[in-house]
């Protein structure tokens, strides 16, 4: 399995550009989650996903939009690209799990810069 | 969800015994705790979660208090490689987001 992966690893954008950042998991599960992560500060969540054609806004969702047609991904999109919007984009998925432990399963990250 | 105090930074020597605290003590009765580390920037990694019952797993143990209101994750030998920023975190059973803080940097000392 190669769990989640996300591409690109890294981008510049210039203001007012679009980006889709694409997450893929291969280990079957519902729940897919996007969240972003500025210096020195913890996750902040911005989308989320229970399945298939079904996603949800988490804390900072404002210049990003999400679809979910398969379960495998879940790409995020940016328009109009800001300078607040330069961080590191992490993709998770989670499944109950045999424990119900819903344990998050990272992708490496997109490091995204926009001058 | 409840939120979670750490302390942001602490060092331990390498071998021993890393034992990190949160104090959630506005946790409810069906809130569980979580611990997950980031080591370098990379994409953080679950390392085990609790409700009520001390757990234990192949990377540590979770000490949590009687009245639930905080916890400890002791990592039994560290070595250099648990160097990372851990983050507590507790989750309601009815909701799957999980309310990331700033962590605990765990510097390994050799």
Redesign the interface.
Known sequence: NAG?TQTPKFRILKIGQSMTLQCTQDMNHN?M?W?RQDP??????IY?S?GAGITDK??VPNGYNVSRSTTEDFPLRLELAAPSQTS?Y?C?S?SPGTSG?????????TRLTVL | DAKTTQPPSMDCAEGRAANLPCNHSTISGNEYVYWYRQIHSQGPQYIIHGLKNNETNEMASLIITEDRKSSTLILPHATLRDTAVYYCIVRSDSNYQLIWGAGTKLIIKP
């Open positions: 989640v729940y989650y969240y020195g500060m913890g996750l902040k969540l989320y229970v988490g804390e590191v992490f998770a989670s432990s819903y344990e998050q399963f990272f992708g490496p990250g």
